[in-house]
């Protein structure tokens, strides 16, 4: 049985009556729904009441759920919408990340090397690249920001980012070429890369 049909009993289950099966869907998605979040709002105690209030959005919502898109997908909705909701009340943007944290470096086969090479002329030319290429993203359009985070932090597929962004998917190809090319133009001259190198 697949995430999605194994979601969408869980859904049904709700929908009869069974308060515990919710509970099985917020223990599920309640680090990814709170990842996600922490891409928008930086404080953490901040991200845990915007993703209890999402969650209690999506109960409420809970009866409407017809499966017409996978559960995660209606609730991804659902949390950003809430978090920009509450960035707006309190009179801010939303940030976009793309630290890479300690624990994730250690999966990759580098990870070694990766530490291995941490001279201080090096921890301070990564922390500039992080620094130019979190400004190019926050410069970016709110369309393509949200579609490269999606891609590229999130790592949704070209169709998920469509369905997301209710949009053709030649649209979010457009979305995310136009957001690589601006980042990119950006990290040129850090990189000595020449301005006709394709990444």
Do not use: H
Not at 16 to 28: C, E, H, I, Y
Not at 35 to 43: E, G, H, N, Q
Not at 106 to 125: A, K, V
Request: charged residues 30%.
């Amino acid at each position: 049985m697949s995430d999605r049909e194994i979601d969408q009993q869980l859904v049904e289950r709700v929908q009869r009556g069974d308060k515990q099966a919710f509970g099985l869907l917020v223990s599920k998605y309640q680090r990814k729904l709170g990842r996600l979040l922490s891409r928008m709002i930086r404080d953490p105690a901040e991200v845990e009441d915007v993703a209890q209030e999402a969650f209690i959005k999506a109960y409420r919502a809970l009866p409407n759920f017809r499966g017409e898109s996978a559960f995660y997908t209606w609730l991804y909705r659902i949390g950003v919408n809430t978090a920009k909701n509450y960035l707006v009340s309190q009179g801010r943007r939303a940030p976009t990340s793309t630290d890479i944290e300690a624990e994730e470096a250690e999966q990759y086969d580098s990870g070694e090397l990766l530490r291995d090479n941490d001279t201080p002329e090096r921890l301070m030319q990564t922390r500039q690249i992080g620094e130019t290429v979190n400004a190019a993203m926050d410069a970016l359009p709110e369309d393509l920001r949200t579609a490269i985070v999606l891609r590229e932090i999130e790592g949704l597929s070209y169709e998920e980012i469509a369905t997301l962004m209710n949009c053709p998917i030649g649209t979010v190809r457009s979305r995310i070429f136009r957001a690589r090319e601006a980042i990119a133009e950006r990290l040129r001259p850090m990189l000595d890369v020449a301005p006709d190198k394709r990444w």
